[in-house]
C-alpha cells in the first residue's frame, strides 16, 4: 500500500534554496554571455574574456597574427578566432561559423556573399577598406616591349592574348583567391572602360583559352617566354624574392588592385564592442608595421611608412573600381561553364529586313544571328534550358524550352540552322509582351530565366511603347523574375522608346552596329546576360 501513499510537498526552505541556486546558476551564465559581448575582464586560465571570430584571406592572416598580442594585452583584452579561408569557400564558411566578420582579399567578394549575411554598409565599419596590394603583369623582357608597344596597358593586353604571335596569359583560378579574380577581370575591365560590356565579354571568352590557370595558393609566374602572368605584389615580395629576368607593369589606362575589405556579418550586432575594437587595431598605430609584416599597403594604395623601398615600379593610373556583381558573373561565367547555367528564350526577328546585309559586310544579318546562335548552343552547359522563338508579324514557337541534352543541342542547332528572313511586317511588341508572360508562367527556380529578343525593326502594330511598358510592369511577378534583353542592330534611333518599353521589368537594350559586337552579344548572354551597364 506504501506506493499508493500521497507524496509530500517540498517544503518552503528547500523550494528557497533551490531557487537560489537556480538564480546563481542563470546570473553566473549571464555574466559569461555579458564577458563574451565586451567586459574587458580576463579568465582565471589567462584568456581573454572577450573574443571574435574572424574569416579572413590567407594573404591578410599575418596581418591579424602580428596583432594579436597587442590585442590581448590590456585592460580591453580581446582574443580573436582566426579561420583562414579564400575565394567562394569563404562566405559559406563564415555563415557555418557564425563569424563576427569576414576580410575577404577583394571588396568584389561581396557579389558571392550568398547566405552569408553582412551588415549594411557602413555599420560597425562595414566595408572599410583595410589594405591593398597592385597587380603587376610579369613577363620577359621581349614579351613587355609587345605590350608597351600595345599602350602598356591591360587594353592593350587584352588585344594580344591569342594573336599569331602567341601571347598568353597565366592567373591563379578566379575562384579560388581575389588574386585570381581581380586579375581575370582586369582584362575584362580593361576592354569594358574602352569599348563597352559586350566586348569585354568577348575579350575574356577570346583570352581563355590561351590562358593557364593556377590551382592552389602560387603565384601565377609565367613559365615561359611570351607568357604575361598577372601577380599581385604581395607575392611577389614574398620570402622567395623576385624571380629573376622578369619585366614587371602596371597598366597605363588602369590599375588593377586587391581592395581587404572589412566586412561585419549580422551576428556582429551581438558582439559590437569586440568588433570595433579590431576596426579600431586594424586602422590603429601598430597597422604599418602590421601590414608591412604582410608585404600588403595601406588602403590608398600607397606603401606603408617605414617599409623598404619596392624593387617593383609604382603605379601608373588610378585603379579601376570594385568588380561590380554583373562583372564578377562575367569572369566566373567564362572560367567555368556550370555558371552558364540559365533558362533562356530566345525570340528571333525573322521580318524581311533581316536578309539585308550587314554594313560593310555581304553578310545577312539573320547569317549573323544564326553564327551567335550556334555558338550559344556551344557555351551552354548541359544543364541549361533553352527554347526559340520567331516572329515576323506574329510570334511562332520554333523549339520549346528543355534542358541541353545532346538530342536537344542537335534540335537546337537545327533549329537556329533553319531561321530564315521572311516578306512580312513586325509584331515586336506583341511578341515582348507574350515571350515574357510565357518565360514568367513556365519560371524555373533556382537558376537565371532570360527572354533575349533580337530585331532589326521597329514595332508595327497599334500598340505603342508606354502601353506595352504597361502591360510588362503588370505582368511582372517578384517572386518570378524573368531578365528581358533586347538587341536592336542598327536602330539606334529606336533605343528610346525600347528602354521606356524595358524599364517596367529592370530590362536592358543594346545596339549593336557592328558584325563583331552582334557576335559579342551572343557571348554575353551566355556569359550571365545582358544587365543595365556598371561604372
Known amino acids: 500500500m506504501g506506493r499508493h501513499r500521497p507524496k509530500r510537498l517540498m517544503s518552503a526552505s528547500v523550494l528557497g534554496t533551490l531557487g537560489a541556486i537556480v538564480l546563481i546558476t542563470a ?29 579572413a584571406a590567407a594573404s591578410f592572416a599575418p596581418v591579424i597574427e602580428y596583432l594579436k598580442p597587442a590585442l590581448q594585452a590590456g585592460d580591453d583584452c580581446l582574443d580573436v578566432t582566426l579561420d583562414v579561408v579564400d575565394g567562394r569557400a569563404a562566405p559559406s564558411r563564415a555563415a557555418q561559423l557564425g563569424a563576427d566578420v569576414w576580410i575577404p582579399d577583394d571588396a568584389s567578394w561581396t557579389a ?3 547566405r552569408l549575411q553582412l551588415a549594411p554598409k557602413g555599420t560597425l565599419g562595414s566595408g572599410t577598406v583595410i589594405a ?3 597587380i603587376f603583369m610579369v613577363t620577359d623582357a621581349d614579351t613587355a616591349g609587345r605590350v608597351r608597344t600595345a599602350g602598356g596597358s591591360w587594353l592593350g593586353l587584352a588585344g594580344l592574348v591569342g594573336d599569331p604571335a602567341g601571347v598568353k596569359l597565366a592567373v591563379r583560378d578566379p575562384a579560388g583567391s581575389g588574386e585570381g579574380l581581380v586579375a581575370a577581370g582586369a582584362i575584362g575591365e580593361g576592354v569594358w572602360v574602352a ?14 583559352p590561351h590562358t593557364r590557370t593556377v590551382a592552389g595558393d602560387k603565384p601565377a609566374l609565367p613559365t615561359q617566354s611570351g607568357e604575361v602572368g598577372l601577380v599581385a605584389e604581395y607575392a611577389l615580395l614574398g620570402e622567395a624574392g623576385l624571380p629573376a629576368g622578369m619585366t614587371y607593369l602596371t597598366g597605363a589606362d588602369r590599375s588593377a588592385v586587391l581592395r581587404y575589405a572589412f566586412l561585419p556579418t549580422n551576428a556582429a550586432m551581438d558582439n559590437q564592442a569586440a568588433v570595433t575594437r579590431l576596426l579600431d587595431a586594424l586602422r590603429g598605430t601598430r597597422a604599418d608595421e602590421a601590414l608591412a609584416a604582410a608585404k600588403l599597403r595601406r588602403a590608398d594604395t600607397l606603401p606603408v611608412a617605414g617599409a623598404p623601398v619596392s624593387p617593383l615600379p609604382g603605379l601608373a593610373a588610378k585603379p579601376f573600381d570594385v568588380l561590380g556583381a554583373h562583372h564578377v558573373d562575367h569572369v566566373f561565367a567564362t572560367w567555368y561553364p556550370a555558371d552558364r547555367r540559365t533558362s533562356l528564350l530566345m525570340v528571333v526577328d525573322t521580318s524581311g ?5 550587314a554594313p560593310g559586310t555581304n553578310t545577312p544579318v539573320i547569317d549573323l544571328v544564326r553564327q551567335g546562335g550556334r555558338s550559344l548552343g556551344t557555351l551552354l552547359p548541359d544543364d541549361a534550358r533553352v527554347g526559340l522563338w520567331e516572329f515576323g508579324a506574329a510570334h511562332r514557337v520554333v523549339l520549346q524550352p528543355a534542358p541541353l541534352t545532346p538530342d536537344h543541342r542537335a534540335a537546337w542547332t537545327a533549329a537556329v540552322d533553319g531561321l530564315a528572313a521572311r516578306d512580312t511586317g513586325t509584331g515586336l511588341y506583341d511578341t515582348i509582351l507574350a515571350a515574357y508572360t510565357t518565360a514568367r508562367d513556365s519560371y524555373v527556380d533556382g537558376m537565371p530565366n532570360q527572354v533575349f529578343v533580337f530585331t532589326d525593326g521597329r514595332d508595327e502594330t497599334p500598340v505603342d511603347a508606354p502601353q506595352l511598358a504597361t502591360a510588362l510592369a503588370a505582368a511582372r511577378d517578384p517572386k518570378r523574375p524573368v531578365q528581358l534583353s533586347i538587341v536592336s542592330y542598327g536602330r539606334e534611333k529606336d533605343r528610346a522608346a525600347l528602354e521606356t518599353v524595358v524599364k517596367a521589368v529592370d530590362g536592358y537594350v ?15 548572354v551566355a556569359a550571365g546576360g545582358l544587365h543595365e551597364h556598371e561604372s
Open 195 to 208: 569599348q563597352g560590356m559586350d566586348a569585354s565579354s568577348l575579350a575574356l571568352s577570346r583570352a581563355l
Open 510 to 524: 543594346e545596339t549593336p552596329e557592328t558584325v563583331d559586337e552582334v557576335g559579342a552579344v551572343f557571348i554575353h
Open 353 to 357: 529586313s533581316m536578309a539585308s546585309p
Open 27 to 55: 546570473l553566473a551564465v549571464a555574466a559569461t554571455v555579458y564577458a563574451r559581448r565586451g567586459t574587458p575582464t580576463g579568465t582565471a586560465d589567462g584568456g581573454c574574456a572577450t573574443d571574435v571570430r574572424v574569416v
Open 132 to 134: 591593398t596590394s597592385p
Open 112 to 114: 558571392a556573399a550568398g
